[in-house]
């Protein structure tokens, strides 16, 4: 049976593995290579590094973070962050990620999700969206704005029709990240989720809130998500995957254990 | 040497780092069909479009391959290397496969017992019906997870080594003496996977 998938998000500024709460307030929680190894033993299914400053400072991702990170990690990585190219793409490719993640990039130029995709295949191709809510909108959830640029600028697209236009033009999964419940612990957007799981074909990543193993249930439950994202309820010894996982399957959700 | 055959259909990086992460020594990647009749092993990655393939035949990478396979030389098929082994694909119905085994990839179904199946299958599923003789699944237990990425698949038969449930059974691995190949990622599928390519090693 397909397994819902949780997934370790390793969070980059300057090579080392940062936290915020909703894209903001950061603090250290160490190397990535370390971290990506630890959450690989501890059970989690995939792994993502973002070079979350990459885009704002105008930098190149991180290659040789990369290429240390990718180094003896036998499940797959993702990474995102400054990724501009199809050039830029193979270029971390070549360093050991399996996919990349592209966000404002895509929206500056749609053309580059399936110039990747023609390259390397769809399926290393991830389109993120951070979302927010409309707040004072009749639909609020349906009319939920992308942001781009780490958050800080807002792009008058709807979420639900970028990504539909990301799957038309090739994308293989969407990492949708709620910037409304980032980094609170307080649940995902499981309402967002749903309405962009149920608007597409492709595997749905759902990201921003988790703090427990019932908000992993409720989002694979009620939000219709594919995979969940995870940053901080994973350092700083908050638990690990495999107990996670436990909990979450203890719930009805398939999960893959033992892992 | 061990010949890993590009043909321009995505990233062989992970591929080749397991294989040598494994101990392999002499490992090549090639589009030379003097390299595939001359190694001790052959693997075909590969997880773009089927159409790429055709590249295959165009370099004379299909020629050397049924030569080399019909000497017993031992052949990994990943993914789309795994559906090359079938006569075709309905993603490329144009370009040929190898037809060493019978059948044709079909994509899944979008819906699967009145229920909307997504594609692609994505994520970590589990191997079934293992069968007892294969040489490329030794040690490996019903139900052991390991990592897909596809929208086509390989009818079951007598070859399957394996199945995986999604919209029905597919074939997860095939295997006919030195022939095999796995739709699922080895390299991407942590202990699991690394116990498919050490047994293949091994051969």
């Known amino acids: ?259 | 040497m061990i010949a890993i055959i590009d043909y321009k259909a995505g990233n062989l990086t992970s591929v080749v780092k397991a294989l040598r992460f494994l101990g392999a020594k002499d490992v090549v990647v090639t589009q030379s069909p003097q390299d595939v009749l001359r190694a001790d092993k052959i693997v075909l990655p590969g997880v773009g479009h089927f159409r790429s393939t055709q590249l295959l035949e165009d370099l004379g990478l299909t020629k050397a391959t049924r030569e080399a396979v019909r000497t017993d030389t031992p052949f990994l098929g990943i993914c789309v290397g795994l559906q090359w082994l079938y006569a075709g694909s309905t993603e490329a119905p144009e370009a040929a496969g190898l037809g060493h085994f019978a059948g044709e990839c079909e994509r899944f179904p979008a819906t699967f017992e009145g229920h909307d199946l997504k594609s692609p299958h994505v994520g970590w599923n589990s191997l079934e019906n293992i069968r007892a003789d294969s040489r490329l699944l030794a040690g490996i237990g019903p139900g052991s997870f390991v990592y897909y990425t596809h929208s086509w698949r390989a009818p079951v038969s007598a070859d399957t080594a394996a199945a995986t449930m999604y919209g029905g059974a597919f074939t997860a691995a095939v295997e006919r003496d030195n022939v095999m190949g796995v739709q699922f990622h080895p390299e991407k599928s942590a202990e699991t996977g690394l116990q498919v390519l050490k047994n293949f090693l091994a051969l």
Do not use: Y
Not at chain 1, 123 to 149: L, T
Not at chain 1, 186 to 212: H, K, M, Y
């Open chain 1, 1 to 259: 049976m397909l397994t819902k998938r949780i997934i370790a998000c390793l969070d980059v500024r300057g090579g080392r593995v940062v936290k915020g709460v909703q894209f903001v307030d950061i603090v250290d929680a160490g190397d990535p290579a370390e971290l990506a190894h630890r959450h690989a033993r501890g059970g989690a299914d995939e792994i993502v590094l973002l070079d979350i400053t990459a885009t704002h400072e105008g930098r190149g991702t991180l290659l040789e973070t990369v290429k240390r990170t990718a180094s003896e990690l036998f499940v797959p990585f993702t990474v995102g962050g400054g990724i501009r190219s199809a050039e830029d793409a193979a270029a971390v490719f070549d360093a050991g990620a399996d996919k990349v993640s592209i966000n404002s990039s895509a929206i500056a130029r749609p053309e580059l999700i399936g110039e990747i995709g023609a390259s390397f295949g769809a399926q290393a191709v991830i389109v993120a969206i951070d979302a927010r809510r409309m707040k004072g909108a009749s639909d609020p959830v349906g009319e939920a704005e992308v942001f781009v640029s780490g958050g800080r600028k807002p792009t008058g697209l709807r979420v639900i029709d970028w990504a539909k236009e990301a799957e038309q033009r090739g994308a293989g999964e969407i990492l949708l990240t709620s910037m409304d419940t980032d980094g609170v612990r307080g649940g995902f957007d499981c309402e967002l989720t749903r309405r962009v799981s149920e608007a597409v074909q492709i595997p749905v990543i759902a990201s921003g809130g988790a703090g427990s193993a019932a908000h992993f249930a409720e989002v694979f439950l009620v939000g219709k998500a594919d995979a969940a994202l995870a940053a901080s309820i994973f350092h700083f010894g908050v638990t690990d995957s495999r107990a996670l996982k436990a909990e979450v399957a203890a719930a009805g959700i398939p999960m893959r254990l033992p892992c």
